[in-house]
Structures are given as structure tokens and as C-alpha cells.
């Protein structure tokens, strides 16, 4: 993917020469953070509805200035883009029916650590024609994380179990796990093998005991019934005494900011489970 990009980029800088792109449009949430983030002002013309949402969008503010698309063809090919920044795994029909008429779509992967977000913050920033503003966050962050306490040393690293919706959780070759490691963490899912996103069935959760439960949730604000795990009288009684974190996944789903804050929430609880995890 990374091949990919780079072959974007160039095919940009080849016939585009002289103009960055004046016309952006972004047709996935961590996108609309990075050309909000990092775009020459007023060149957006378009994010997708989910930018203007605050339990899920860092950029939620800025989103209310822009107009906004549902991930459509019809939504953009009107605007008349000359750049197009996707996921690599939505919005598929769209970039599809972009490509064939000729609209530029850089495709982006999703990272699975923090130094391919960090490049791919760059990269996006390369293709709006703005490296100084990527340089600048890029820079921005390194320097956060170089000024976090470092992670404990222990004979027995504490346990986290990320915990989400209808019992989903993060493995293996995923930007959550290269968070929670940084942070001092081991992460459950890794150890029960689990590979990317995956399911963590209630019974495992509540017999691996981990010292750590960490989950995503804002209020209210999701379906119920999705939930409604969250809530189980097994996991309320199991977890009385033991610690639990929620972090935003805002934070820690796209490049940006917000994963050094996920680290520092995260190291901040690492911190306070060494005596209970080392005694375990």
C-alpha cells in the first residue's frame, strides 16, 4: 500500500507540477481529519458527515464549516475535485466510478503502528501540496511523545483488555496494539491470538482477569443494544475493583493528535496498575 501511495505522489508531482490541488474532497473520517488538519485554507470542499460528529471526529469544530458528502459519487463528481483522499476499504463504489472518470483518489491504508501514521500524515500532507504544515504536526507529535514519562520497567508488564461494542476487541498488526505497548501495556487480544479486530467472548474476558479494562465508549451517545455487553452484571461485578479506562476512539482510530493522548491516558493507568500487576 505504501507502494502505492508513493506511485500517487509521484504521478501528482509529474502532472501537476506548478498548482497544489485547490478542490479536495475527503470520503473517510480519518482523512477528513488530515486534509482538515493539514489543507491550504479554503481549498476543502467537501468531508463526510461523520467529520461533524464530536463522539467521533477530533475536528468536529472545523467540520461545521464545510460542507458535507455521504461517501457518494453524485455527492462529489458535481464539486469538480482535483484531489479525492478515501480509505482504502470504504467507499468503494465511489472511488470506482471517480477513478473512471478521471478524478485523482489517493487511497489511504490504515496504519498499523504510530510511525506509519506519523508517514502517513506526510503523505497526505505531500499530496495537498502543504509539507511544511505536515512537518509541523509530525514534529508536533514526536516532540509530546519524546516529553511522556517512559514506560515502567517490570518483571510482569500489566494486562489490558481492550473491550468494545457486542464484544469486539483489537489484536494483533493494529495501531491499538503498537498504543497500548507504548504505553507499558500487554494487550489481552495479542495473547488470546487474535489478529487485527476480532471477538472476545465474555467468558474469556472475565477468566483471563486483566488488570486493565479499556473501553471506547462516550456517554450514551451509541446503540443500545450494541452495548449492552458493557453492562452485563458478570463483567460490573468482576471489574468492581479493578481498573477501567475509556478512551475516546476518536484518539486512537486516525493519524493525528489524538494518539498522543491515547498513550498518555494509557500510560497514566499503566503507571497505577504496576504494584497490583507485579503482585499478580
Known amino acids: 500500500m505504501r507502494l502505492r501511495t508513493l506511485a500517487f505522489l509521484l504521478a501528482m508531482i509529474a502532472t501537476h507540477s506548478h498548482a497544489s490541488p485547490q478542490r479536495v474532497v475527503s470520503l473517510n ?20 458527515w461523520l467529520a461533524r460528529d464530536p463522539t467521533l471526529s477530533n475536528v468536529a469544530a472545523i467540520a461545521q464549516q464545510v460542507p458535507v458528502n455521504r461517501g457518494l459519487a453524485e455527492d462529489v463528481i458535481p464539486l469538480d475535485p482535483d484531489l479525492v483522499i478515501a480509505g482504502a476499504y470504504t467507499a468503494r463504489t465511489a472511488v470506482a466510478l471517480l477513478k473512471r472518470v478521471g478524478i485523482p483518489v489517493l487511497e489511504l491504508d490504515v496504519p498499523t503502528n504510530i510511525e506509519q501514521a506519523l508517514q502517513q500524515i506526510m503523505d497526505v500532507a505531500a499530496a495537498l501540496g502543504t509539507h511544511a504544515r505536515g512537518a509541523e504536526l509530525v514534529a508536533d507529535m514526536r516532540r509530546r511523545l519524546a516529553a511522556l514519562p517512559a514506560a515502567a520497567q517490570s518483571a510482569r508488564r500489566p494486562i489490558a483488555a481492550v473491550y468494545q461494542p457486542n464484544g469486539y476487541t483489537i489484536g494483533r498488526q493494529s495501531l491499538v496494539d503498537d498504543l497500548l505497548n507504548q504505553a507499558g501495556l500487554r494487550n489481552l487480544a495479542v495473547e488470546q491470538r487474535i489478529d487485527n479486530y476480532g471477538t472476545l467472548p465474555l467468558e474469556v474476558l472475565l477468566l483471563a482477569q486483566p488488570d486493565l479494562l479499556v473501553l471506547n465508549t462516550v456517554g450514551d451517545s451509541a446503540p443500545a443494544l450494541a452495548y ?29 493528535p489524538g494518539l498522543v493522548d491515547a498513550i498518555q491516558l494509557l500510560k497514566q493507568s499503566a503507571q497505577q496498575l504496576l504494584p497490583r500487576s507485579v503482585a499478580r
Not at 31 to 44: I, M
Not at 232 to 255: E, F, I, T
Request: hydrophobic share 45%; charged share 15%; net charge positive.
Open 29 to 48: 473520517l480519518c482523512a477528513d481529519e488530515l486534509v482538515l488538519r493539514l489543507a491550504a485554507p479554503g481549498t476543502v470542499k467537501s468531508v463526510t
Open 228 to 256: 449492552e455487553v458493557l453492562h452485563h452484571p458478570a463483567l460490573a461485578q468482576h471489574y468492581r475493583g479493578v481498573r477501567v479506562v475509556s478512551v475516546p476512539s476518536s484518539w486512537w482510530s486516525c493519524p493525528g
